[in-house]
């Protein structure tokens, strides 16, 4: 059985529930542990779910890591949920490891949706015999300037319950409680950065999965061929995360995360983000049946220049070129820029004197 875990809060209520409704249909033997960050996602959870999903609330957590409960008064909100990265599987190897039989814990980010079997990560991992997998951020020639951010990404993250996995998330919750704040520091950013020294720390007990369908994401889907290779229906693409994907107004508009790095063309789009967006409608659905009113939260287009540093103005100026807001028209996603939005995070690596 494989034993998965993520954490969420309300805003990402309907993400987590699609989630764990992929994660039921390509992984049917397996369990999905919540760490709910708020009372109405625990309750929602509780009631929707069974067997195989598990929640447990943050105050259980608190109460058994008092170095974690006490890291909240020098640290956002955000940041507090970075460090709560490493505490999270940690606890549960440490709380229930023995008893439910995890032979490893694999962290998934709640805006991660599964397309096929995630098999080939754990047979990857078995075969190398690896106590911990990381997935390489991917990034394309023009977006290498991201790497200062990390090399890898903490999206997708498995650690095998033995002296090397658990000595691991040891050390990176060591680190995370001592700084996990959000923005680059003396080689650090939040919880992500210190993956970067994995690689040397574990050596043969690190695997650094190289399959592209696995983490798939905004960032690195620009540097595979996808020619005429049918990625959805042959199964290639296993796990897709969707960063910064988010709906305006109700789901009619969609904010496609994906500005900074270029705005996938059409058809590619139609068939990965379009399942997703179902998934995502009928997760709210389900919820507000539950719950009435439930409904996604406003969190308006404005990207408010993100990492690149861009003032509003030159993000708005990128959104008329570009797009990246995407229109919902029965099943499909209409960007009407005529392919030319793929472009976007070129031109702004070009932009930051990028010269490829």
């Not at 709210?284 to 406003?298: H, N, Q, S, T, Y």
Request: hydrophobic content about 45%; some cysteine.
């Amino acid at each position: 059985m494989n034993h998965y875990c993520t954490y969420f809060d309300r805003g990402f209520l309907a993400q987590g529930l699609a989630l764990w409704r992929s994660l039921g249909k390509h992984d049917l033997d397996s369990v999905l542990w919540v760490l709910a960050l708020d009372e109405f996602t625990a309750d929602v959870l509780r009631e929707v779910g069974g067997t195989w999903l598990r929640v447990v609330t943050l105050a259980e957590v608190e109460a058994g890591d008092a170095e974690l409960a006490a890291a909240k008064a020098n640290r956002t909100r955000v940041e507090y949920f970075f460090t709560l990265s490493p505490c999270w599987p940690r606890w549960l190897l440490e709380k229930h490891g023995a008893r439910a039989g995890m032979e490893r814990i694999t962290y998934v980010d709640a805006d991660m949706f599964f397309f096929a079997s995630p098999a080939v990560i754990f047979e990857a991992m078995d075969a190398a015999k690896a106590s911990v997998l990381v997935t390489p951020h991917r990034f394309p020639p023009w977006l290498r300037r991201y790497e200062r951010h990390g090399i890898f990404n903490v999206g997708l993250l498995s650690f095998r319950n033995d002296a090397a996995g658990r000595g691991c998330l040891d050390d990176w919750r060591d680190r995370c409680l001592a700084w996990c704040y959000d923005r680059l520091e003396d080689g650090k950013y939040a919880d992500q950065k210190y993956l970067d020294a994995w690689p040397a720390r574990l050596g043969a007990a690190l695997l650094v999965l190289p399959e592209e369908g696995v983490n798939l994401a905004p960032w690195n889907w620009g540097e595979i061929d996808f020619g005429q290779r049918r990625w959805v229906d042959d199964g290639e693409l296993v796990l897709f995360h969707f960063a910064r994907f988010r709906p305006v107004n109700g789901g009619r508009r969609w904010v496609s995360g994906q500005l900074e790095y270029g705005v996938m063309p059409r058809k590619l789009r139609n068939a990965i983000y379009g399942p997703y967006v179902r998934a995502l409608s009928a997760a709210r659905d389900e919820i507000a049946a539950r719950r009435a009113g439930f409904d996604f939260p406003e969190r308006g287009e404005g990207a408010g220049g993100g990492r690149a540093g861009r003032t509003e103005w030159q993000d708005r100026a990128m959104r008329v070129v570009f797009g990246g807001t995407w229109l919902r028209v029965g099943d499909g996603l209409w960007n009407l820029r005529g392919g030319i939005g793929r472009w976007s995070g070129r031109v702004l690596a070009w932009a930051a004197g990028w010269r490829g």
